[in-house]
């Protein structure tokens, strides 16, 4: 989809809101606001209400948006969110594991390619990888023709009781953060131990095997969404 260029109404920002809309609402497509918006994008909130009133008033709409009751995504416009993240999940794959990139550099990456790249190159990204349906933090790629299964993770934050879980995935955006989660084998696919604590308490945690406890900072521990393990 070819879109003018322009201060604040280039195709990548037009695709990072639209993107920031599907995240927030989440799998029931909840009305975002413009201050949860403003506060995703790092953009002033008067930018966002300008913005929004121009994608609910193009040709084909790519929002629905009524001031004071927040914003959801059209069809169209969730049809091209979801081909974004579909770039960006896949673009991440391949950097992780063609070009071996580390895993906290290929979000960053994957931000600037994922509006560019055309239908073909896509479609050889995913043959190549296989038609992955995870990308390397645990993220459901979206199907070509724009399925993404719903995640049915729970943030490790909201647990108090304690238990056995696996990870299921790690947020993407804070290099920083994943790099130190990596670097203490939290990563998709592992299994954690949790102990249980009150709300205040620090998550406590042992990874693999580990007998010593390992203490995530408050950083780590909300970047990270796992399952629990069936006990037998
Ligand atoms: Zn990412």
């Known amino acids: 989809m070819p879109a003018r260029r322009q201060a604040n109404g280039s195709s990548e920002s037009i695709d990072n809101y639209l993107k920031a809309i599907l995240t927030l609402g989440g799998p029931q497509e909840i009305r975002v606001t413009s201050t949860a918006l403003a506060e995703r994008l790092s953009v002033a909130p008067a930018s966002i209400t300008n913005m929004l009133q121009k994608l609910a008033a193009a040709e084909r709409p790519l929002v629905e948006y009524e001031r004071h009751r927040g914003v959801r995504l059209s069809s169209a ?9 579909r770039h960006h999940r896949l673009i991440e794959t391949f950097l992780y594991q063609v070009l ?5 550099e290929v ?6 390619l994922e509006h560019f790249i055309s239908e073909r190159f896509e479609e050889r990204i995913a043959a190549k990888l296989g038609h992955p349906q995870i990308d390397p933090h645990g993220h459901f790629i979206p199907t070509m023709e724009g399925h993404m299964p719903q995640q049915a993770s729970i943030r490790l934050t909201e647990v108090l009781a304690g238990g056995t879980f696996v990870i299921h995935s790690v947020d993407d955006r804070d290099a920083r953060t994943l790099r130190e989660l990596e670097a203490n084998g939290i990563k998709p696919g592992a299994k ?4 249980p604590r009150t709300p205040t308490e620090a998550c406590s ?3 693999g095997r580990s007998a010593k406890p390992f203490d995530l900072s408050r950083a780590m521990a909300a970047d990270i969404r796992i399952v629990p393990v069936e006990k037998n």
């Open 205 to 207: 945690v042992n990874i």
């Open 100 to 104: 071996d990139y580390p895993i906290e």
């Open 192 to 195: 954690l131990k949790l102990k």
């Open 107 to 112: 979000h960053e990456e994957a931000e600037r």
């Open 77 to 85: 416009g969730k049809k091209r969110a979801l081909e974004v993240v």
